[in-house]
């Protein structure tokens, strides 16, 4: 993902991006983002080992979903009735 | 309860009616026979340890995996689980069809659903995976020696295959019914290739401060020269847990798997795998999953930074010590006192002292893990 505010974004680091996608096995789309939000996100991560907009923003968005994930059992009641009974034999629990 | 990796736990273990049928027809399919370590890989993919991997992965996997440490779906996955065969071979499989995966002792494994096959750089799949082409490392010397297709698809395991050590075998929905039983919501795994000494014992009560229970995972399975023998290993951390650990509050169970020494991907592979078991948090300490001086002693720690949706917690040690002025386990964090006040828990050193018949300091290792690794007349890999 290559994340660029309205109008292109700054043209140097672009480049740099266009340059390292054409050269890495991916597949990139581009979305766009305020300019202001754009700025601002330039502005944090400098003197910071983010090289770019878009690594940070792809950074942050699978940290989001991952959170998203809804949690679940993974066993049905019987399963775990049955596997408690192979726990037990084992001794794992009482 | 933490989700399995993928939000799916995967069980492809065929049984009644399903099983009988795969095995009716097994007879009268092509078949490939796997060594042990493909049949772990086999029944780890089948019991939910690998999820959410299905199968031996198909070339965009593969090739996403290489490059971007990710599935196609950009899922973090870090060690190609592939299936290697020679091209004469692959010429007799067909994509679409099916094929039977038997032992080395002609026990049917699984069918696989062959899906398709494609050719591979070796040195490229060293390098990435690795970092290295040097084949004095075990997992270059492995990836070197594969042979020059890969079969991709879905499989269907028809038995597990008995091990001397199946009374410590749990499969993740086994664990994670075990979690639950023991009530405990947050649960840290130690990784292990080796006997506990007093550092290992240190690293791993430090981490149970902070959560309810603790998973010891031993990997049981092909290792290299001078490791502990697998028995001794187990028979080790029993008497460990039973002698120095509340019951309600730590378990052992193993990984049967084999170690590829990759370094940094193995330590984010490592995590994966116990969160498929259930834990929440993973002890990464100092050179995980390393071997020799390949990889900087704590890349294994700072790989995690480009993974903030992997779902389990690393918990990061630093090297440690004994400190004999501040009479325990130390690191460069805690300890103000020079080296000479400290002993190193060296592997090799507690090992010489081991085959000598002598038991090491108390410092070093609990007298009474250091008995039972002295019963064993040949506690080592040849």
Avoid at chain 2, 76 to 82: E, F
Wanted: include cysteine.
């Amino acid at each position: 993902m290559r994340v660029l505010p309205p109008g292109g974004g700054d043209s140097k680091n672009s480049e740099n991006e266009r340059i390292k996608e054409k050269t890495m096995d991916k597949e990139f789309t581009t979305v766009s983002i305020p300019t202001s939000l754009h700025k601002k996100i330039e502005e944090a991560i400098q003197g910071t080992e983010i090289g770019s907009v878009s690594a940070y923003v792809v950074k942050v968005v699978r940290e989001s979903l991952s959170k998203e994930q809804e949690a679940k059992e993974v066993f049905s009641k019987e399963e775990e009735e049955k596997v408690k009974e192979r726990l037990k034999a084992l001794g794992y629990i009482d | 309860m933490i989700q399995p990796h993928g939000g799916k736990l995967i069980e492809r273990v065929l049984t009644g009616a399903k099983k009988d049928k795969a095995l009716g027809k097994a007879k009268r399919l092509p078949r490939l026979k796997l060594d042990p370590e493909s049949v772990s890989d086999v029944e780890n993919m089948a019991t939910g340890v690998y999820s959410p991997l299905e199968g031996f992965l198909g070339e965009k996997d593969f090739r996403n995996v290489l490059n971007q440490m990710r599935l196609a779906d950009d899922l973090p996955w870090t060690v190609p689980i592939v299936l290697d065969v020679d091209k004469a071979a692959a010429d007799g499989f067909k994509p679409g069809g099916e094929v039977l995966l038997v032992s080395e002792e002609d026990r049917p494994v699984a069918i696989l659903n062959l899906e398709e096959k494609y050719t591979y750089d070796k040195a490229e799949f060293a390098q990435k995976v690795f970092g290295t082409t040097d084949r004095a490392h075990p997992g270059v010397a492995k990836v070197m020696g594969m042979k020059d297709v890969l079969l991709a698809g879905k499989i269907d395991l028809i038995e597990l295959a008995p091990t001397p050590f199946d009374r410590w075998k749990l499969s993740p929905r086994e664990t994670r019914v075990l979690f639950k039983e023991k009530g405990w919501k947050t649960v840290v795994a130690f990784q292990t290739r080796n006997t506990p000494h007093i550092g290992h014992e240190y690293v791993q009560k430090t981490a149970l401060t902070f959560t309810d229970g603790i998973f010891v995972n031993p990997v049981i399975g092909k290792k290299k020269k001078g490791d502990f023998k697998d028995e001794v290993i187990l028979a080790s951390y029993e008497e460990l847990i039973r002698n120095y650990y509340l019951k309600e509050r730590a378990v052992m169970a193993i990984l049967q798997m084999e170690m590829r020494y990759a370094g940094p991907r193995e330590a984010i592979h490592h995590a994966i795998l116990r969160k498929n078991f259930g834990c929440t948090h993973i002890i990464i300490g100092r050179d995980h999953a390393g071997v020799g001086t390949y990889y900087h002693p704590y890349a294994a720690q700072e790989i995690f930074d480009e993974f903030p949706d992997l779902g389990i917690v690393p918990l990061f040690f630093r090297a440690f010590s004994f400190c004999k002025k501040c009479n325990s386990v130390v690191n460069e964090k805690t300890c103000p006192h020079p080296s000479s006040e400290h002993i190193q828990f060296s592997g090799t050193k507690i090992r010489d002292l081991l085959v000598q018949g002598i038991i090491p300091p108390a410092e070093l290792i609990r007298p009474e893990v250091a008995k039972i690794i002295m019963q064993f007349k040949e506690p080592f890999n040849e």
